[in-house]
């Protein structure tokens, strides 16, 4: 509607209303493609800045009563422990995991939570190359611990489960392979950042058409304007939520995943 809108208010000026795309979350800094500095490296550069001395500050007061720096890091510290560690992985072999989990989290959270903060507005994880390198250091975790665990061999028996008739096995074997070995990273990596890309895609849809509706658009046109910038500020909420169960997911799956390789059956 509003897109329409603008359509018709751009022709009287003759003008044109473009549509944010993929290219506007190309945003280089410093020097221009592949080695180019861009502004979602620093965004991940400063969280992981933050986090390090969040991290710090509050282990150096650390008191009986916790303080609300505190609480929070306790907070979210036991949220990744308990819920997602101990509770998926199991409590014989979770401890090791937990500094990565948390690791992880917490910076995809901020990151993710980047695209709403102002002044920043731009969640890192909506560039597709920040999510496979997170996603990697998965894959490489979960299928070294697996391959350890049980050896070479005893991996690939256990990719099929017991009882599967004999005729059966073979294709059973090939559909959990690529599960384990294609499958999970891939949608691991494409479920993080599609949904980033294309939340921070709809709410500059209608912050920019809302402006350009408020500055280009005839007095009636105007109201659209206003109703697309009221849009924006109640997807901003939403888009907090999701940004914080994309967090969760992630790290949930991954947890999953390390779970599978630590398990003595499939």
Known sequence: MS??????????????????????????????????LT?????????????????VSVGR?????????????????GLVRNSLARDIIGSKDFLKFVPMLLTMFLMILLNNLAGVIPFVQFPSFSRIGFPIALTLVVYVVYQTVAFRRKGFLGYMKSLVPPGVPGWLRPLMFLLEFITYFISRPVSLALRLFGNM??????????????????????????????????????????EVLVEFL?????????????????????
């Open 3 to 36: 897109a329409v809108l603008a359509s018709g208010a751009l022709a009287a000026d003759g003008g044109g209303f473009v549509t944010p795309g993929p290219v506007d979350f190309w945003q280089p800094l410093i020097g221009n493609g592949d080695y180019a």
């Open 61 to 77: 007061r650390l008191s009986l009563v916790p303080g609300k720096s505190q609480f929070v890091a306790e907070g979210v510290y």
């Open 197 to 238: 890309f294309a939340g921070h895609l709809l709410l500059l849809i209608f912050t920019v058409g809302g402006e350009y509706l408020l500055l280009h658009g005839a007095p009636a046109i105007k109201v659209s304007g206003v109703i697309s910038f009221a849009f924006a500020i109640v997807m901003s909420f939403f």
């Open 39 to 55: 502004r979602p490296a620093i965004v991940l550069v400063l969280s992981v800045g933050v986090l390090a001395w969040f991290f």
């Open 246 to 266: 994309q967090a969760y997911i992630f790290t949930l799956l991954a947890a999953l995943y390390i779970a599978g390789a630590v398990a003595d059956e499939h």
